[in-house]
Nanobody, 123 residues
Framework: VQLVESGGGLVQAGGSLRLSCATS????????MGWFRQAPTKEREFIAA????????YASDSVKGRFTISRDNTENMVYLQIDRLKPEDTAVYYC?????????????????WGQGTLVTVSS
């Protein structure tokens, strides 16, 4: 199983980024896909997840208003659109996959991880 993230980078506050995650080796259609992030000195935290049918969940209402998760089951891809970026969004963003709902799985128990992509937001 491989998850490969892309799309991170340096962006000014207020800007947007679209993160992508290419997957292989998964039974993609029955796998929950999601995104976590880990800021310096902080624990990895859940951001958003999308089920095989496209239903999505978010960590909080504030994230939901700026973060949008989506998936393409024909291309085995998952995306995270981040708008109105803030300096506190600076973190390494990880793509994750699990057969269970990712919003209910502690990070240490997640089945598959990507290597992460760094997002840095300047003020």
């Amino acid at each position: 199983v491989q998850l490969v993230e892309s799309g991170g980078g340096l962006v000014q506050a207020g800007g947007s980024l679209r993160l992508s995650c290419a997957t292989s080796g998964l039974i993609f259609s029955i796998t929950t896909m999601g995104w976590f992030r880990q800021a310096p000195t902080k624990e990895r935290e859940f951001i958003a997840a999308v089920g095989w049918g496209g239903g999505s969940t978010y960590a909080s209402d504030s994230v939901k208003g700026r973060f949008t998760i989506s998936r393409d089951n024909t291309e085995n891809m998952v995306y995270l659109q981040i708008d109105r970026l803030k300096p506190e969004d600076t973190a390494v963003y990880y793509c994750a996959a699990d057969r269970r709902p990712l919003s209910r799985v502690p990070p240490r128990a997640v089945e598959h991880w990507g290597q992460g992509t760094l997002v840095t937001v300047s003020s």
